[in-house]
């Protein structure tokens, strides 16, 4: 089995900034058919380079002589010399008349000009004619459109040459087309015996294959620059929104800290105030036996007056609370204090009056009493003894 092998092919000097040349070679029948294959390729690339290089002289030839013919047509009472448009030549009467302007011209540098144009003719001419036989036996290449692709008409050319599609589609394959075409590139196309090249040349492009192709790449280059830059640039704003982030949440953390402590003072701060209406709108008491409480210097029972605080009439001997609020009854019982029944009851401040501020009812066996409070503002945040004696 024979090994497929691949070609490619440089155009000439100028193929850096003018043409691309690409061929691939498919599996040949023998040595033989192989090799006849090789030398028509490398024929066919020798001509195809003296074709670009050519090319590209005419090119500049016929911009010079452009510029000369302008420079001469400019001259008061030169002769109008229009040639053809498309080969820049003079024709036989422009070169007569030129060539008498010459002969009677007495300035030199004007007529070292009309002899550059007359020379520049004869090189034109012969280039003219170079190209005209290189073309005469190169395929007749395919003009470039504005929409047309390299894949795209080497898969015409081959279909036209009745390739079937898929080995058109493997051939294709195999060449390093251009991926981006100007309109006026002129494609080259070259299939025998399995063999596919292609190569393009600039034409009547404005632009040079090769120029086009460093321009893209560029494009690429530069919009890959841009994308890095933007993504360490984005990069860089994600770090700091990061940093950011993490300070915000470390702020978050703080505030939800101090978020918490405000509601632990603020519920201090509620019992406490709950505590401190409690206190205001209560009645603070103390219930006992009358020894009891004159023996702990609390309260005095003089003999011929109303009871009165004694010496140690303190906050700490009020023990007890009745929030007015909701509440306005005291209850005594006498075994809880140790006596065998309730004889009466003493109210200390004296300034409290029985059926005025309040009123007792004794049990019917006086093991109890109650007191209701009738005034409870007269009470409120007040500090009294109950003292019981039998």
Avoid at 281 to 296: D, P, T
Avoid at 298 to 319: C, E, L, Q, S, Y
Avoid at 381 to 388: G, I, L
């Amino acid at each position: 089995m024979m090994q497929s092998r691949f070609r490619s092919a440089v155009l000439s000097p100028f193929a850096a900034t003018a043409a691309v040349t690409l061929l691939v070679m498919a599996p040949g029948c023998d040595k033989f058919k192989q090799k006849s294959e090789d030398k028509e390729i490398k024929n066919l690339e020798e001509k195809a380079a003296q074709l670009d290089k050519l090319s590209q002289q005419q090119q500049q030839a016929t911009g010079t002589q452009e510029e000369k013919l302008k420079a001469i047509n400019a001259q008061a009472g030169g002769v109008d010399i229009k040639p053809s448009a498309e080969t820049m030549q003079l024709t036989d009467e422009q070169k007569k008349a030129l060539e008498e302007r010459i002969k009677s011209e007495k300035n030199s540098s004007y007529q070292a000009l009309l002899q550059e144009v007359l020379n520049k003719d004869k090189e034109i001419r012969e280039l003219n004619d170079k190209v005209a036989k290189l073309r005469a036996v190169l395929p007749k290449p395919d003009m470039a459109g504005p929409n047309d692709s390299h894949y795209g008409m080497a898969l015409r050319f081959l279909k036209k040459k009745g390739v079937p599609l898929e080995q058109a589609r493997s051939l294709v394959s195999r060449v390093n087309l251009m991926e981006k075409m100007a309109p006026g590139f002129e494609v080259y196309h070259f299939y025998a015996n399995g063999v596919y090249g292609t190569w393009v040349n600039q034409g009547k492009a404005k632009i040079s294959p090769s120029d086009l192709q460093r321009q893209e790449r560029e494009k690429i280059e530069n919009e890959r620059d841009t994308a890095v830059a933007q993504g360490e640039k984005l990069q860089e704003e994600v770090d700091d929104l990061a940093t950011r982030k993490k300070q915000l949440e470390s702020d978050i953390t703080g505030l939800t800290d101090e978020k918490t402590k405000l509601q632990t003072a603020v519920a201090e701060l509620t019992t406490t105030s709950e505590k401190q209406k409690a206190l205001l709108n209560s009645l603070h008491y103390v219930v006992g036996s009358s020894k009891k409480l004159v023996e702990q210097g609390v309260i005095i029972v003089p003999v011929f007056a109303k009871d009165r605080a004694g010496k140690n009439w303190r906050d700490d001997v009020f023990d007890k609370s009745l929030d007015l609020r909701s509440a306005d009854t005291i209850n005594i019982s006498a075994s809880e204090l140790g006596l065998k029944k309730i004889g009466k009851v003493s109210v200390v401040p004296g300034s409290l009056v029985k059926d005025e501020h309040y009123k007792l009812t004794l049990s019917d066996d006086k093991m109890s009493a109650v007191i209701k409070l009738l005034t409870k503002d007269r009470f409120r945040n007040e500090k009294v003894v109950f003292a019981v004696s039998e």
